[in-house]
């Protein structure tokens, strides 16, 4: 039977590269649900719902949540799923400092949660699905056999986030995405609805001195002792 698998834990710790990895070795689907975020967040950005002191237009966001539709299709090239927000590929658009700077805030909204949760709820019903976000083992699937919590020293997730965005040719400082990340762990740990959290049953990795080779291989023994495999 597939099993369900949630990856929670703080910003740019590497959650999406290990659960990417591990589906595609499992044969799982991997939904990337901080992925789901962003794409409400670019469409609130495109769609003048940022207002100019940089707060979010919630009353304006309500009524067309609506016309928010996320989707996620496999790319051959880098053999990893690329987001669609409304039919379009936004799969790079979505990763910008700026998109950066208003999820959190657009997260934290309880209506955009229900929304996006109910549609993670729905892409895995089946099982057989590796997730990863913020509140995968806590609020989505808290049922789940298998749940993950990972972290790392803020300076240590800043390099990697700096490193990714830099080979991506993004003129990016260290020192803005190192505020960046620490203001999201901030909110994304003291929103009302389902908070970043522990769950009480996950298995914790530190992966501050991890090689990606070796939080991968970890995750694969975590997999095979869960089920037997
Ligand atoms: O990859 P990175 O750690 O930068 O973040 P992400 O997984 O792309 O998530 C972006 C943002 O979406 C987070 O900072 C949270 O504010 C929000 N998020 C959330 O609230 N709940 C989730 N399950 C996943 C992401």
Not at 133 to 150: S, Y
């Amino acid at each position: 039977m597939p099993i369900t698998i949630a990856i929670d834990g703080h910003s740019s710790c590497g959650k999406s590269t290990m659960a990417k990895d591990l589906a595609r070795q499992i044969g799982y689907i991997y939904i990337d649900s901080g992925a789901m975020y962003r794409c409400c967040t670019l469409f609130c950005i495109e769609q003048g719902l940022i207002r100019e002191d940089g707060t979010v237009d919630v009353e304006a966001l309500e009524p067309r949540m609506g016309e928010i539709n996320v989707s996620f299709r496999f790319n051959p090239e880098t053999g990893r799923p690329d987001a669609y927000l409304n039919g379009e590929n936004v799969e790079s658009r979505i990763r910008t400092m700026e998109v950066s700077s208003y999820v959190s805030p657009v997260a934290a909204i309880p209506f955009v949660r229900k929304a996006m949760t109910a549609q993670q709820q729905l892409m895995g019903q089946k099982g057989g699905i590796v997730m990863d976000g913020r509140d995968i083992g806590t609020a989505v699937f808290p049922n789940a056999e298998m749940k993950v919590f990972v972290t790392a020293s803020p300076e240590v997730r800043a390099q990697r986030r700096y490193d990714e965005l830099r080979a991506k040719g993004d003129d990016v400082s260290f020192d803005e995405i190192l505020k960046n990340l620490q203001e999201r762990d901030r909110i994304d740990s003291t929103r009302e609805v389902a908070p970043l959290r522990q769950a009480p049953d996950a298995l914790v990795l530190d992966n501050s001195h991890l090689t990606i080779e070796e939080q991968k291989q970890w995750l694969l023994d975590r997999f095979k002792e869960k089920t037997g495999e």
